[in-house]
């Protein structure tokens, strides 16, 4: 049983959206190969790190209405108030934003921050700027759910970048999710924003890494005050 324990934990499972990429770009090596050798290898890595980015690891994700856990695996980038998507319709006053901003080295799948249902799903054509500067909120492609909690509205914002090209969204409007359960992916790099209403405070600093379903990025009800934070 230990061995097989150690098998599980050391081969991650792919996502099943990541099959197709995984297939071409081996049959991309296999061709590669055959025009010059030394190219299938250089194939054959470019396909592990497709494998490895469609990974989906499990997570152990804290079950607690106040807290709010990362969407998404990556580099906290923001946390300010900021006003939510007009699509969202969440109003036009500002709410704290917590940006989650993804490379091409991060686990790609996106999982729920909170427990709630989702009352409403609005999809944005947009551009694909870098998904870090700031404008990328309003101006790149993206897809916005609402999930409606114990605490109020909340948004979780699927935004494309430079390379990504793809949102995938699984859920639909009414379905209750868990905190911490899969809804969506991006392919290719891209960031989230999470938009949370009054009472939520931050637990993350900018330039934190996030680990989706298990960091929490916010808390409900909070008497520390602010996330104090140090280089070391």
């Known amino acids: 049983m230990d061995l097989l324990e150690t098998i599980r ?8 959206e990541g099959y197709p990429f995984i ?10 190969g055959w025009l010059w050798n030394p190219l299938f290898w250089v194939g054959m890595v470019l396909t592990l790190w497709c494998a490895y980015f ?13 807290l709010v856990i990362s969407p ?19 109003g036009s006053e500002p709410m704290l ?8 080295f991060n686990c790609h799948v996106n999982r ?22 700031d404008k990328a ?24 970048g430079l390379v990504a090209r793809r949102i995938v969204c699984w859920t639909n409007p009414n379905e209750p999710l868990d905190a911490g359960e899969r809804f969506g992916l991006i392919r290719f790099g891209s960031r989230l924003d999470v938009f949370l209403p009054a009472g939520a405070e931050p637990r993350v600093s900018l330039g ?6 298990e960091t929490v990025i916010a808390e409900f009800g909070s008497t520390k005050g602010p996330v104090v934070s140090r280089r070391s």
């Open 9 to 16: 934990k050391t081969i991650v499972p792919v996502h099943k």
């Open 23 to 32: 297939a071409a770009f081996f049959v991309g090596s296999l061709v590669l």
């Open 54 to 66: 469609f990974r989906d690891p499990e997570r152990i994700t804290p079950q607690d209405d106040d």
């Open 72 to 90: 998404a695996d990556g580099r906290v980038s923001s946390v300010q108030m900021s006003v939510p998507p007009e699509e969202l319709q969440l």
């Open 97 to 104: 934003r917590i940006t989650i901003f993804m490379n091409v």
């Open 112 to 133: 729920a921050p909170v427990r709630g249902r989702v009352t409403n799903i609005a999809y944005k054509e947009g551009s694909f700027l870098n998904a870090e500067l």
């Open 137 to 160: 909120s309003v101006e790149n492609e993206r897809n916005g759910l609402v999930i409606e909690t114990v605490h109020g509205n909340i948004g979780v914002v699927q935004i494309a």
């Open 208 to 213: 934190q890494t996030a680990i989706a379903g």
